[in-house]
């Protein structure tokens, strides 16, 4: 039989984690074979409902099956924040071009995450943490509107206490129960001990806090061509055929989701 | 390719020959009686009629004719459907192999088939094909034909596209005296030639001649036609709607749509579709409906962000996509000089018009 290309494929949720009020991470498991590379994207199946793009936030060295890190946003996600332990849901991927990590290796490599943006970040850091000795530092800067806000809270502490990776966390709002930094995120850019130079640079948020973050890094001394951005695209088909996702002479689906600040700087209105 | 001549009285049995291994789609009339308003004699002397391509069989009493000119509607529609299942998903027993009957289209325009490699590149390039489509292409006899004349808005040779086609067909009739023209491209095509070779016969130089003639000064009356509308050449199409990002041309033509988007459904480039599904007991449905970049939530995404959330910035889209996303990667633009998008237009937008403006703003700004 020919392959159809729209056609998701059974899955089944197997566990449900509440990380905040409006974001859960789903454990999917698919009933066919199934890997990823990190920072490639699949098309979530809401039987009978639709499909939205996410990127999975798990290790990707997991074979048999991935985790995804949702915000109830939209139709499908509300849809999906009702849904329990052993629904079915579909899959369908992975697209896009994962982090190309041997550039990475013997470089320090700058993390910043805003919100639910972490979730492809996680698997990014899972896939660092497998071969953490390839790498030189690896800094993590994470901003989230409120404490109560911030995701995998259980996972971060272990994370900070790894070797070579700098961790600091920011919160816009705080309260007499946060004794971290108070401030957007880019207040907390600068004091990486690295050289921005000659580091990667990595972001995934919302677009207002990827604009800020994006001109900050440069300022810093990040080189364009060193700048990982996911960019936020309505996507319907994941393959380049439905149009949706076109940034300039590109597809976020087949020629992202992760796009090189160099490639998009001379664009118009990249953020909106 | 060969060449041979088929007498007018001989084209229905070329017709049923065809019909018997494809359901065969020919050209018929849809009178046009409303005259443009127009006071130059030379529009006024354009045809205003209409064609559309409808299902041939024998013994129907519909008056096909053949086509002066592309029809109403864009070819892409035999190939993606407006509507259309994909597949469901789920239950044991989806997605069966849905046979469908091979097609023949008759009445091509060189204009179709230009649209046509946009359609290719689009859904059989990249790294996976879309299934259906390709299957569906495979299954097509694609039987062109010249254009003997030529609509007000037909503007094919501002893109150096010819008003006959000479490449990507089965089968090209060419009208010629009382018959035509017919080049055999393909095996398919030439097993169709070989059933009826009492009623071809091979083409002389002098029909050759003749027709080449004939496409000539047609050419010739088309680029005088077209020099009222100073479209700018293909080669600057990339650089003039970039650089014309500012221009105010996107809000002042805006001005009268209406949104109904006929410019982008009626159009042979555009390709864009939804996946959109249906509940269907535990076998749910995969839809693909047509979308079209110039709706409101074309790219809105969940979260309510929305990059093109005013009107004049889709209608910059849309050209940005024709003119710089695919002539940047398929090396020629999605437009292939058709009208049909100003044709269907209630607020008179006119691709034309806009190109101009855009080629005059960045070559002969005012001062």
């Known amino acids: ?77 509300t849809k999906l924040h009702t849904m329990n332990k052993g629904d079915a849901v579909g899959i369908r991927g992975p697209f896009g071009i994962g982090y190309p990590l041997p ?24 896939s660092l943490f497998s071969q953490i000795n390839e790498y030189n530092k690896i800094v993590l800067r994470y901003g989230a509107r409120t404490q109560g806000d911030i995701v995998y809270k259980s996972q971060i502490p272990e994370w900070q206490k790894k070797d070579r990776v700098d961790l600091l966390l920011s919160v816009d709002i705080g309260d007499d129960s946060w004794s971290g930094n108070v401030g957007l995120v880019t207040t907390i850019l600068n004091n990486a001990a690295i050289d921005f130079t000659k580091a990667v640079g990595i972001v995934c948020g919302p677009p207002i806090m990827m604009k800020f973050v994006t001109l900050k890094l440069l300022d810093l001394g990040i080189k364009p061509e060193d700048l990982y951005l996911s960019m936020e695209k309505s996507m319907s088909c994941g393959v380049g055929k439905c149009g949706h996702c076109r940034i300039g002479k590109f597809y976020a689906c087949k020629d992202g989701p992760v796009f090189t600040y160099d490639k998009l700087k001379d664009m118009h209105d990249i953020w909106d | 390719m060969e060449t041979y001549f088929l007498k007018n009285e001989d084209i229905s049995r070329f017709y049923d020959r065809i019909a018997s291994e494809y359901d065969l789609y020919l050209p018929l009339k849809v009178k046009n009686p409303i005259k443009k308003d127009c006071s130059c004699q030379a529009v006024a002397s354009l045809p205003t009629d209409d064609y559309v391509l409808k299902r041939y069989t024998k013994d129907s009493n519909l008056e096909f004719v053949f086509n002066d000119y592309r029809c109403i509607e864009p070819t892409r529609a035999f190939f993606t459907q407006y509507k259309e299942e994909l597949c469901t998903y789920f239950a044991e027993t989806s997605t069966k192999e849905k046979k469908e009957r091979p097609q023949a289209l008759c009445g091509i325009k060189n204009c179709d088939l230009f649209a046509l490699k946009v359609q290719d590149y689009v859904f059989l390039g990249g790294a996976e094909p879309d299934p259906i489509y390709k299957t569906r292409r495979e299954n097509t006899l694609i039987i062109a034909s010249d ?17 006959y086609p000479t490449e990507d067909f089965d089968i090209n009739l060419s009208p010629l005296n009382n018959g035509f023209l017919v080049d055999v491209a393909t095996a398919k095509a030439r097993s169709i030639a070989l059933a009826l070779k009492d009623i071809f016969s091979q083409a002389t130089l002098g029909q050759i001649s003749g027709r080449a003639a004939k496409r000539e000064l047609l050419v010739r009356r088309l680029d005088e036609h077209l020099t009222q509308y100073k479209i700018p050449q293909k080669e600057t199409l990339r650089d003039i709607v970039i650089s014309g990002y500012n221009s105010t041309i996107w809000q002042d033509q805006m001005r009268t749509c209406v949104e109904c988007n006929g410019c982008v459904f009626i159009c042979d480039t555009c390709h864009c579709f939804l996946l959109s599904d249906e509940p269907n007991n535990d076998n749910s449905k995969r839809l693909r409906l047509w979308d079209g970049c110039l709706l409101k939530n074309f790219t809105k995404v969940a979260g309510g962000a929305n990059p093109l959330k005013l009107r004049y910035m889709r209608l910059r889209n849309r050209y940005l996509k024709k003119f710089d996303f695919f002539i940047s990667n398929l090396g020629f633009q999605a437009c292939c000089g058709c009208g049909r998008c100003i044709e269907v237009c209630p607020g008179k937008i006119d691709i034309r018009y806009i190109l101009r403006k855009l080629h005059e703003e960045k070559y002969l700004p005012t001062s």
Not at chain 1, 108 to 125: C, K, Q
Not at chain 2, 147 to 163: G, L, S, T, Y
């Open chain 1, 103 to 126: 550039k990475f290796k013997g470089r320090d490599i700058l993390i910043v995450g805003g919100g639910v943006g972490l979730a492809p970040l996680r698997s990014l850091l899972f």
């Open chain 2, 147 to 163: 254009c003997p004349n030529f609509k007000e808005v037909c503007f094919c040779r501002a893109f150096n596209i010819n008003p």
């Open chain 1, 1 to 77: 039989m020919k392959k159809n290309i729209y056609q998701p494929v059974k899955a089944v949720i197997e566990e449900v984690i509440e990380e905040t009020r409006t974001i859960k991470t789903f454990r999917i498991k698919p009933e066919a074979d199934f890997s990823f590379a990190t920072g490639q994207f699949i098309e979530l199946t809401i039987p009978g409902i639709g499909e939205a793009p996410f990127t999975p936030s798990s290790d990707p060295g997991i074979k048999d099956r991935f985790d995804l890190t949702i915000m109830k946003a939209g139709e499908i996600t």
